[in-house]
């Protein structure tokens, strides 16, 4: 039996550039077919007004964008190899099948707009791939998952380590990417800045 201080049920996050050099017509494309979505989802428009105040999202109404485009298709494609890799890391037994992407959705954030707490049912893995983060734009905040069950836990010091953090706040760079498991909550502060802050957020699952 091991002695000493332990870590047990660890949280764990990816964060990693999208490719190992960047691919700034790719990103431009992707930038291009986002805003052009904005423009031709009535029905995603429509949805927005009433669940994601001030901004667009094509969430509720364009959800499988790998499926319609090309550019989507070839982002699923670079972001596999990091959703294997992460895979690997939480030892998961997939041999005998595969995790797929089954949604991607466009987020277009101005100036004030705010993405509540949430989670991702119904899926393994989740993540963000950033498009446009001006300066000064939010990252992606995360809850502890015990923060519930802290009952009479004193605060923790100002200056804690990131791993004794109740909320970790993860920076949005362009041509970046988050993954993390689908049951992990997280939210996105309001746009503090002028310029939108754009993001493809995906699901995987295994079944």
């Known amino acids: 039996m091991s002695t000493g201080l332990q870590s047990l ?4 996050i990816l964060a990693a550039p999208l490719q190992r050099q960047a691919d700034a017509v790719f990103n431009r494309q992707l930038l291009r077919e986002c805003l052009q979505l904005r423009e031709d989802d009535a029905a995603g428009r429509a949805w927005s007004k009433t ?3 001030g901004g667009f999202t094509s969430y509720g109404s364009v ?15 670079r972001i596999d190899r990091h959703v294997v890799r992460f895979a ?11 995790l797929e992407m ?4 466009v987020n277009i954030m101005p100036q004030g707009v705010v993405h509540s707490l949430h989670l991702h049912p119904l899926s393994t893995f989740s993540g963000t791939y950033y498009v ?7 990252g992606l905040k995360f809850e502890d998952p015990r ?7 004193p605060p923790r010091l100002p200056d804690a380590e990131q791993d004794n953090r109740p909320w970790v706040m993860m920076p949005a760079t362009a041509g970046s990417l988050l993954l993390f498991e689908s049951w992990l909550r ?3 502060m309001p746009n503090p800045v002028a310029r939108e802050r754009i993001s493809i957020s995906f699901n995987y699952s295994w079944f």
């Not at 089954?102 to 959705?105: I, M, Q, V």
């Open 9 to 12: 049920f660890p949280t764990r």
């Open 51 to 53: 669940n994601y105040l």
């Open 63 to 77: 959800s499988r964008m790998h499926q319609m485009s090309p550019t989507f298709a070839r982002l699923a494609k």
């Open 88 to 98: 690997k890391a939480l030892q998961f037994d997939l041999r005998d099948r595969r």
């Open 102 to 105: 089954t949604d991607c959705w």
């Open 132 to 138: 446009q983060t001006p300066r000064g734009a939010p």
């Open 147 to 153: 923060l519930d069950r802290y009952m009479a836990a």
């Open 186 to 188: 997280h939210e996105v």
